[in-house]
């Protein structure tokens, strides 16, 4: 049986911080542990984060959320699993399931939790449904139709503009000679973030998250920022941004269609790597996308490191509601009222 034992909340996320950034350079949002109040505050979900031990050192940080009768790391993010601190001769798929095992066994409370580690005890059970996201293959079935791409960050913004292609470089350049303008904040860009991203969503026939998901996020977590496109006070583009020990991610991307022959975008992401960089960042993530999709290579004019992204799962992937073309169809032409109200209600349980 696994030992569990149950952390202070406060003092547990300190020591969850220390030890992560001693390995940053593996980090990426999934692991920030302020998610932990937006997981059961926003979406009343079972957030566990487990601080494992070998030989009572640290040994890795396990964040995984219970969603109904299944487990998943992370939803909505991309990168869980297990974030290694030290080499522990033990598969990273029985140290998951004997994890998950404890949890259903002890019938635990959502929290964080030491998890003391031992090759006698790990058992390789068939559990209720796990989905762990993550660079590397686990369990017998996984897709593979996803990919982050990173930018490896230089120290100072003039060498890393220099790391851009000349063509890219102009398109920044024409951006800002076309009258575009970017702001940063918090609260006061949501409702012209949440307009932009509303309508581009509807346009792609995909159900919005919608405006009180986004607030929770930026309540619950304290590294989240948005950063607003403008032409004359006009809002054309939006940017959803987190970062987590010099890991910054564009979380979620949105512009106006009409709009971008202006290249709105280059000039978003531009100045978001730009604050990235002026705070030390190491990394900025474009986020997830589809390999071989237009946003995948519009990706690829950027200095990009490709990491194919693996969605493990212990069962045989059902049938979603977001492959559906028909569904898609339908949803672009419903009216804007209609699929703002609907939207959030579907959107938040398609992790």
Same mark, same amino acid.
């Given at each position: 049986?696994?030992?569990?034992?149950?952390?202070? %909340?406060?003092?547990?996320?300190?020591?969850? !911080?220390?030890?992560?950034?001693?390995?940053?350079?593996?980090?990426?949002?999934?692991?920030?542990?302020?998610?932990?109040?937006?997981?059961?505050? *926003?979406?009343? %979900?079972?957030?566990?984060?487990?601080?494992?031990?070998?030989?009572?050192?640290?040994?890795?940080?396990?964040? $995984?959320?219970?969603?109904?009768?299944?487990?998943?790391?992370?939803? *909505?993010?991309?990168?869980?699993?297990?974030?290694?601190?030290?080499?522990?001769?033990?598969?990273?798929?029985?140290?998951? $399931?004997?994890?998950?095992?404890?949890?259903?066994?002890?019938?635990?409370?959502?929290?964080?939790?030491?998890?003391?580690?031992?090759?006698?005890?790990?058992?390789?059970?068939?559990?209720?449904?796990?989905?762990?996201?993550?660079? @590397?293959?686990?369990?017998?079935?996984?897709?593979?139709?996803?990919?982050?791409?990173?930018?490896?960050?230089?120290?100072?913004?003039?060498?890393?503009?220099?790391?851009?292609?000349?063509?890219?470089?102009?398109?920044?350049?024409? &951006? %800002?000679?076309?009258?575009?303008?970017? #702001?940063?904040?918090?609260?006061?860009?949501?409702?012209?973030?949440?307009?932009?991203?509303? #309508?581009?969503? *509807? #346009?792609?026939?995909?159900?919005?998250?919608?405006?009180?998901?986004?607030?929770?996020?930026? /309540?619950?977590? @304290?590294?989240?920022?948005?950063?607003?496109?403008?032409?004359? !006070?006009?809002?054309?583009?939006?940017?959803?941004?987190?970062?987590?020990?010099?890991?910054?991610? @564009?979380?979620?991307? /949105?512009?106006?269609?009409?709009?971008?022959?202006?290249?709105?975008?280059?000039? %978003?992401?531009?100045?978001?790597?730009?604050?990235?960089?002026? !705070?030390?960042?190491?990394?900025?993530?474009?986020?997830?996308?589809?390999?071989?999709?237009?946003? *995948?290579?519009?990706?690829?004019?950027?200095?990009?490191?490709?990491?194919?992204?693996?969605?493990?799962?212990?069962?045989? /992937?059902?049938?979603?509601?977001?492959?559906?073309?028909?569904?898609?169809?339908?949803?672009?032409?419903?009216?804007?009222?209609? $699929?703002?109200?609907?939207?959030? $209600?579907? &959107?938040?349980?398609?992790?």
């Amino acid at each position: 049986m696994v030992e569990l034992q149950p952390l202070d %909340l406060r003092t547990a996320t300190e020591q969850w !911080n220390t030890l992560a950034f001693k390995v940053s350079s593996s980090v990426t949002i999934a692991f920030h542990p302020e998610l932990f109040h937006f997981y059961t505050t *926003h979406l009343s %979900l079972s957030p566990y984060y487990f601080i494992l031990y070998s030989n009572d050192k640290p040994a890795g940080l396990f964040p $995984v959320v219970k969603t109904g009768n299944s487990f998943i790391s992370m939803p *909505h993010f991309s990168g869980g699993g297990i974030l290694w601190l030290n080499e522990v001769g033990l598969e990273e798929q029985e140290i998951i $399931v004997h994890t998950i095992e404890g949890i259903i066994k002890e019938n635990m409370d959502s929290g964080f939790y030491r998890v003391n580690l031992s090759a006698e005890e790990m058992a390789t059970k068939k559990l209720t449904s796990v989905e762990i996201r993550n660079f @590397n293959p686990l369990f017998g079935e996984h897709e593979t139709n996803k990919a982050i791409c990173l930018i490896n960050l230089k120290k100072k913004e003039k060498e890393q503009f220099k790391q851009f292609n000349p063509n890219l470089r102009r398109k920044i350049n024409k &951006a %800002l000679r076309n009258g575009i303008e970017i #702001r940063k904040g918090k609260e006061d860009l949501l409702d012209d973030f949440s307009h932009v991203y509303n #309508r581009n969503m *509807h #346009r792609l026939g995909s159900p919005t998250l919608g405006k009180e998901f986004f607030k929770a996020l930026l /309540s619950s977590v @304290n590294e989240t920022m948005i950063f607003m496109a403008y032409q004359k !006070n006009k809002p054309i583009g939006g940017s959803f941004v987190m970062w987590y020990d010099g890991y910054t991610e @564009n979380t979620w991307f /949105s512009t106006v269609e009409k709009y971008n022959k202006f290249y709105t975008s280059y000039l %978003l992401h531009w100045e978001t790597i730009r604050w990235a960089v002026q !705070n030390g960042a190491h990394c900025y993530s474009m986020g997830r996308s589809t390999i071989g999709s237009g946003t *995948h290579n519009y990706k690829l004019q950027w200095p990009v490191e490709v990491k194919p992204l693996y969605f493990n799962r212990n069962f045989k /992937s059902k049938l979603s509601l977001k492959d559906q073309k028909w569904a898609i169809k339908i949803w672009k032409v419903l009216p804007p009222f209609l $699929v703002d109200s609907l939207g959030p $209600v579907i &959107a938040k349980r398609i992790y």
